[in-house]
C-alpha cells in the first residue's frame, strides 16, 4: 500500500495572478475592437492603419489569454514528491517534453530561491543534484543561468512557481520524509505564500 501521507502534489490550476492577468488580456483584446480598422493611427510620427495594430494586439493579448486559459485548465502535475523522487512537471503546452522525475539516489538537496526581475520576485523550487551528472533535458541555457544569478545546473532543475500553489511545509515535509540526509535551503526573500 502506498505511502500516500508522505505525497506532496502541486497541479496547475486557477490563483489570483493567473485570473488577473486572463481578465488584463481580454480587456486589452476587447479594447481593440474600438477602433475602426480603416481609420489611421499616428504611431510616433507615422500613420499606421488601425488593422496593423489590431492584429498582432488579438494575436499577444487574445492568444496570451487562451494560453493561460488552457494552462489553468489543464491540471497537469506541477510538481510531486513521492517514493520516486521529485517530479518537476514542464510547461503544460509541452507538458511530456518539458516534464522531468528527478530521482533520490541523483538529490542532494532541494532550494526555494527566488529570481529578481525588476521590481518582482519571481519564486522557484530547484533540486540540487549530486556533481557530475549529465543535464536534465530541456535544461536552462549558461546565458538563462547567469541572468538568475544561480548555479546553471540549479537553473536547469527548478521550476517557477507560476500558475500553480506552492504548499512550502508540506513540500519541505515530504522531502524530509523521503530523503532525510537532503539539504533544504529556503532564500530568506522566499514568500510565506507562493
Not at 10 to 33: H, K, P
Not at 44 to 66: E, M, R, T, Y
Not at 124 to 146: C, K, M, Q, W
Request: glycine fraction near 12%.
Amino acid at each position: 500500500m502506498p505511502d500516500t501521507e508522505s505525497v506532496y502534489e502541486a497541479r496547475y490550476g486557477w490563483d489570483t495572478r493567473n485570473a488577473v492577468l486572463v481578465a488584463g488580456s481580454l480587456l486589452l483584446t476587447a479594447g481593440l475592437f474600438l477602433f475602426d480598422p480603416s481609420e489611421p493611427v499616428d504611431v510616433k510620427g507615422f500613420q499606421v492603419a488601425a488593422i496593423w495594430i489590431q492584429i498582432p494586439g488579438f494575436l499577444l493579448f487574445g492568444g496570451g489569454a487562451a494560453v493561460l486559459c488552457f494552462n489553468a485548465s489543464s491540471k497537469k502535475v506541477a510538481l510531486r514528491v513521492d517514493s520516486a523522487g521529485i517530479l518537476l512537471g514542464g510547461s503544460p503546452m509541452r507538458y511530456a517534453a518539458t516534464t522531468v522525475l528527478v530521482p533520490w539516489s541523483d538529490t542532494a538537496g532541494v532550494q526555494l530561491w527566488v529570481q529578481h526581475v525588476g521590481l518582482q520576485k519571481l519564486p522557484y523550487v530547484g533540486v540540487h543534484r549530486h556533481p557530475g551528472l549529465p543535464p536534465l533535458p530541456g535544461g536552462t541555457s549558461r546565458l538563462g543561468a547567469a541572468a538568475a544569478g544561480r548555479p546553471a545546473a540549479l537553473v536547469g532543475a527548478s521550476r517557477q512557481v507560476g500558475g500553480w500553489r506552492l504548499d512550502v511545509p508540506a513540500l519541505l515535509s515530504a522531502v524530509r520524509h523521503h530523503a532525510p540526509a537532503a539539504g533544504i535551503a529556503v532564500d530568506p526573500d522566499f514568500p510565506a505564500k507562493a
